[in-house]
């Protein structure tokens, strides 16, 4: 008889999302892999959280496609072929009507990494039998789940032992700056032209309505970002751009807040290097033809982790930024084996 994997959907109250600025909701759907057996005795299991891109949510990780495998019939190929051990996997809910948190706080989204550290891990060890301990506690995902993945794992040592990221953003320079004028055409073709009229396409196109005006996914994009990484309640869309609008003229002082997020900025800080020094794996990969030169980003990354010894894992594969989900395969045996080193 063939034993069954479950996927469980969670329900979870945040409070500390309640009253975010977006009006987002409150109570987040967050779907808990249960592996082949787990009905069947008292075993405890580690545990990995993994995190979506921007536009992504944990629910569509288990949703049919025609071309791919649902997370759940992965985890189930590689733990019935023995590639992996058996494990709890947690997809947690970072979405915001923007299109994404990045997984960190902000006065212009909410505290998405509160909810996650505070909320989401304490309810998971609590209902579930986790092994409720850093070093069988994981965190991994891609593109911005990948940065949100390295970025946790940097600042919540005692909570994840073991990083994954996969085509995650880092290197700002080369992955964001030439994003800049596609915002600033796209807003000319939409007549935005201030923080005011920004707002009000925002709140116009952001719902679920169809369809979206003429590159919409470039001002979406550059506002997510922004609301992340540059957030002030005093201005109209609750965040700073990193350029003037019209001119697009550079804004460095803005732009400073943003390096300030990222990871090789974080790196310089002993405390987050430290974390890395003593995470039990360090696993980062991207394609070699990524569209946001992430790939010059992880061998940047690698080289500076290299020359400050920092163990890690650091591989490229033939593709782009997009249908990359084979390269769990490769990252869950990893995680897998740092468990059971």
Not at 104 to 112: E, M, P
Not at 204 to 226: G, N, Q, V
Not at 265 to 275: F, G, N, P, S, W
Not at 326 to 336: G, H, K, M, Q, T
Request: aromatic share 12%.
């Amino acid at each position: 008889m063939t034993v069954e994997s479950q996927v469980i959907i969670e329900t979870i109250t945040s409070e500390v999302l309640r009253d975010n600025p977006l009006g987002d909701p409150f109570v987040r759907r967050v779907p808990v892999y249960l592996p082949p057996g787990y009905e069947d005795g008292d075993t405890r299991y580690p545990t990995v959280y993994l995190l979506t891109g921007f536009t992504g949510r944990g629910t569509l990780m288990i949703n049919d496609s025609a071309f791919d495998e649902t997370i759940q019939e992965r985890l189930d190929r590689l733990i019935n072929a023995a590639t992996i051990q058996p494990m709890i996997v947690v997809l947690p809910d970072g979405f915001t009507r923007y299109g994404g948190s990045q997984y960190l706080n902000s006065s212009a989204t909410g505290q998405y990494e509160d909810h996650l550290i505070q909320e989401v891990v304490p309810h998971i060890d609590k209902t579930y039998r986790t092994k409720a301990e850093a070093g069988f506690r994981a965190i991994g995902g891609k593109s911005s789940g990948g940065y949100g993945a390295l970025v946790q794992g940097m600042r919540h040592p005692d909570i994840f032992g073991a990083i994954a990221c996969h085509s995650g953003d880092m290197v700002f320079e080369y992955c964001y700056k030439p994003e800049f004028p596609k915002f600033l055409d796209a807003a000319a073709r939409n007549t935005i032209d201030s923080y005011e009229s920004l707002r009000d396409f925002l709140d116009a196109f952001t719902p679920k309505m169809y369809p979206k005006p003429p590159a919409f996914f470039d001002i979406i994009h550059m506002s997510a970002m922004s609301a992340c990484y540059s957030p002030n309640p005093d201005s109209p869309c609750g965040f700073d751009l990193p350029f003037a609008f019209h001119t697009g003229e550079f804004r460095p002082d803005i732009w400073q807040r943003w390096l300030a997020w990222d990871p090789m900025t974080l790196l310089i800080e002993t405390q987050y290097a430290a974390a890395l020094r003593h995470m039990k794996l360090l696993y980062l990969d991207c394609g070699n033809r990524d569209e946001y030169a992430l790939h010059y980003g992880a061998r940047i990354l690698s080289q500076r982790l290299t020359e400050m010894g920092i163990h890690h894992h650091h591989q490229e594969f033939d593709g782009g930024h997009r249908s990359t989900n084979f390269r769990y395969d490769v990252s869950l045996e990893a995680i897998s084996q740092a468990f059971a080193g």
